[in-house]
């Protein structure tokens, strides 16, 4: 009885080498209060500039009411129309706001995914403890995927998000508050859209207003604005290209530092 002999292994090929993309886009997490200002100054990135309304808040906005939008309203109307063809002159895409993306994904999770009995879930919650910010992850995750290929193009990415206060474990002393993203963001860190959006992005920048304490514990404060880049005690932040706050200035255009 004769014994077949393998085939033998293909040849392993060398490593190819290449040069750093100098033309993708930038991927921007821009978040602080309602109202301040996040949509107007995203629509003086470079342009065209193409919105996913999702917050229905551009018709009410000054000067916005010709902008272009996607027109959609479910987490995979969002994912469809960003891979299909056609953005090829779109410089700038942004998602206003992300936080209502990721109620979308949770109602996403709920319609197709099942308890792990099989049966239909009416709630987060009835995944079962930590199971359901899970699912929800699982299904937000791609969405980071399919910008990524939006920034390979050289489009840049702007994803609008709304502020909340989240206490800052400190293992060296006191805890303290700081401003975040409004996003998903277990205390133990797994399933965080939160810091997953973080990890993702090259710039998360807070705007937030100017405001002083007095001696008598009152703020203060004029309704000046600053867009933070760099991480401080009271806000998360990162940027790749700056590091000092920049003041919001009528006429003044803060991509042309940001997007260099």
């Given at each position: 009885?004769?014994?077949?002999?393998?085939?033998?292994?293909?040849?392993?090929?060398?490593?190819?080498?290449?040069?750093?993309?100098t033309?993708?886009?930038?991927?921007?997490?821009?978040?602080?209060?309602?109202?301040?200002?996040?949509?107007?100054?995203?629509?003086?990135?470079?342009?065209?500039?193409?919105?996913?309304?999702l917050?229905?808040?551009?018709?009410?906005?000054?000067?916005?009411?010709?902008?272009?939008?996607?027109?959609?309203?479910?987490?995979?109307?969002?994912?469809?129309?960003?891979?299909?063809?056609?953005?090829?002159?779109?410089?700038?895409?942004?998602?206003?706001?992300?936080t209502?993306?990721?109620?979308?994904?949770?109602?996403?999770?709920?319609?197709?995914?099942?308890?792990?009995?099989?049966?239909?879930?009416?709630?987060?919650d009835d995944?079962?403890?930590?199971k359901?910010?899970?699912?929800?992850?699982?299904?937000?995750?791609?969405?980071?995927?399919?910008?990524?290929?939006?920034?390979?193009?050289?489009?840049?990415?702007?994803?609008?998000?709304?502020?909340?206060?989240?206490?800052?474990?400190?293992?060296?002393?006191?805890?303290?508050?700081?401003?975040?993203?409004r996003?998903?963001?277990?205390?133990?860190?797994?399933?965080?859209?939160r810091?997953?959006?973080?990890?993702?992005?090259?710039?998360?920048?807070?705007?937030?207003?100017?405001?002083?304490?007095?001696?008598?514990?009152?703020?203060?404060?004029?309704?000046?604005?600053?867009?933070?880049?760099?991480e401080?005690?009271?806000?998360?932040?990162?940027?790749?290209?700056i590091?000092?706050?920049?003041p919001?200035?009528?006429?003044?255009?803060?991509?042309?530092?940001?997007?260099?």
């Open positions: 009885m004769t014994t077949r002999k393998a085939p033998p292994a293909p040849a392993a090929k060398p490593v190819a080498f290449g040069q750093v993309k033309s993708a886009g930038h991927r921007v997490v821009l978040y602080g209060p309602g109202g301040i200002g996040k949509t107007t100054l995203s629509s003086i990135a470079p342009g065209p500039v193409v919105y996913f309304d917050d229905d808040s551009l018709a009410r906005l000054p000067g916005m009411k010709d902008a272009q939008i996607v027109d959609v309203t479910t987490w995979q109307d969002i994912r469809d129309a960003l891979a299909a063809p056609g953005w090829e002159s779109v410089k700038t895409i942004v998602i206003d706001s992300i209502k993306a990721e109620e979308l994904a949770v109602q996403d999770t709920i319609q197709w995914v099942p308890h792990e009995k099989g049966h239909k879930v009416q709630r987060i995944y079962g403890f930590g359901g910010l899970s699912h929800v992850f699982d299904t937000f995750l791609p969405l980071l995927s399919d910008l990524d290929a939006h920034a390979h193009a050289g489009r840049n990415v702007i994803l609008i998000g709304h502020d909340c206060t989240t206490n800052v474990p400190n293992p060296a002393g006191e805890d303290w508050l700081r401003f975040e993203p996003l998903q963001s277990p205390a133990s860190g797994k399933a965080s859209i810091l997953r959006c973080r990890e993702w992005a090259d710039h998360v920048l807070f705007l937030g207003y100017d405001v002083a304490v007095s001696k008598t514990g009152k703020g203060q404060g004029s309704g000046t604005r600053t867009l933070y880049p760099a401080l005690p009271h806000c998360m932040a990162k940027s790749r290209t590091q000092q706050p920049l919001i200035i009528d006429g003044v255009n803060v991509w042309t530092e940001i997007l260099k």
